[in-house]
């Protein structure tokens, strides 16, 4: 009998750590939880567990990040310098160090991917990346599609502020490089008509002249390197002002000064379109609220998507999840008195037929609080 419930019981462990396939995709099967790839779910042997999904990372580095690009995280509770709270719903929550991303890239030269990395104070992944020459390592946002071994590149380095002597020199070089494809072109074609004349007079020989450089200074060879260089940095991950950006491009972490650090398109599964750019000036973009926006060509701009797009499609199953991640409790505001909110007092559910405001009395739930439109923004964001 012993050995007979040894036996059933090993069979029943073993069918538990046996894979299961959902359509054409293994998912891993791991006692209590199911991970298929894309989101990692419980058995519900607990009431917050059941609704509970949080996204895969099976990919991610297991162990915990480099202690040199961490500082320690110090909370307020929400409190200021005399103790008052400022910041309502904060407090508590498991300790957390802050990694420091490198959102400005000024370091030239290839760059290796070592691995990708989960980041507790962003919803979006971030990459552990070695400097292949001088070995020094630094986090980056970790786009879509981009795995450890990537070699990425940051061109933020070679476009720093000019001086006046260094914009007239380069004038001086374009006016010279101009004149010489000029210069080919008309010696290409005078070549061209020599010889349709040697083949139209039989009697006549007509030897051809070589011009030495003249594919290098043509407009098409010109077009052609341009287009080529292009193409060599247009990799996921690779780093680059938005004048070197082509129009049309996917992009991210994209800064609002130039030569400064990035601020927009940095939370997870954010991207923005660039719809024009220029050697000088204003490029612009569009976000994805569909608003359309000037930024500096000098800004620094990322090729790609952010990482963990399914981000939005977590749930968190219960109240301790969002106690462990560092908020406190909620009230509404029908729920208290006249002098703690507008909609306070009463009796009942009453309102006191006032329109939604929140504690201070601005207005909620669509009303406008800007006094004054922001001058970089084309075209302002649809509105309900």
């Not at 009998?1 to 019981?9: G, I, K, S, T």
């Not at 006549?204 to 390197?225: F, N």
């Not at 609002?256 to 599964?269: E, M, V, Y």
């Amino acid at each position: 009998m012993f050995r007979l419930a040894l036996q059933r019981v090993s069979a029943a462990v073993g069918s538990k750590l046996r894979p299961i396939s959902v359509g054409q995709q293994q998912v891993r099967f791991m006692g209590n939880t199911i991970d298929d790839g894309q989101f990692k779910t419980w058995k519900p042997l607990a009431p917050t567990l059941r609704q509970r999904r949080m996204t895969s990372r099976k990919h991610l580095h297991k162990g915990g990040p480099v202690r040199e690009l961490t500082v320690a995280k110090r909370r307020t509770g929400g409190r200021n310098n005399t103790g008052r709270i400022t910041c309502r719903h904060r407090g508590g929550g498991a300790k957390r160090r802050i990694r420091l991303v490198d959102f400005r890239r000024k370091e030239t030269g290839p760059q290796q991917v070592i691995r990708l990395e989960y980041d507790p104070g962003r919803s979006a992944h971030i990459a552990l990346i070695k400097h292949m020459e001088t070995g020094k390592l630094s986090y980056i946002l970790a786009p879509v599609g981009l795995k450890p071994g990537a070699i990425v590149q940051s061109f933020m380095g070679e476009s720093k502020p000019k001086s006046a002597a260094q914009i007239k020199e380069e004038e001086e070089a374009a006016a010279a490089a101009a004149a010489l494809a000029a210069e080919a072109e008309a010696r290409a074609q005078f070549e061209e008509s020599l010889a349709e004349d040697a083949e139209t007079d039989a009697y006549g020989k007509v030897e051809s002249i070589e011009v030495e450089g003249a594919q290098e200074y043509t407009s098409e060879g010109l077009k052609h390197q341009a287009a080529s260089s292009s193409r060599a940095s247009l990799v996921v991950g690779n780093c680059m002002p938005l004048k070197m950006v082509p129009i049309g491009t996917i992009i991210h972490n994209i800064g609002l000064h130039p030569f400064g650090r990035a601020q927009l398109a940095r939370s997870a599964g954010a991207s923005v379109q660039l719809l024009y750019t220029a050697p000088t000036g204003l490029a612009q973009i569009k976000m994805m609220s569909g608003e359309i926006r000037r930024v500096p060509v000098e800004a620094c701009a990322t090729l790609g998507r952010v990482s963990n797009a399914n981000h939005k499609n977590q749930k968190l199953g219960g109240a301790g999840a969002r106690r462990r991640r560092g908020w406190r409790p909620t009230v509404r505001g029908t729920a208290m008195n006249t002098h703690d909110h507008p909609h306070g007092g009463g009796r009942g559910k009453s309102k006191g037929n006032k329109h939604p405001r929140s504690p201070w009395g601005k207005p909620a739930k669509g009303g406008k609080t800007r006094r004054k439109p922001n001058p970089m923004v084309v075209r302002a964001r649809p509105r309900r």
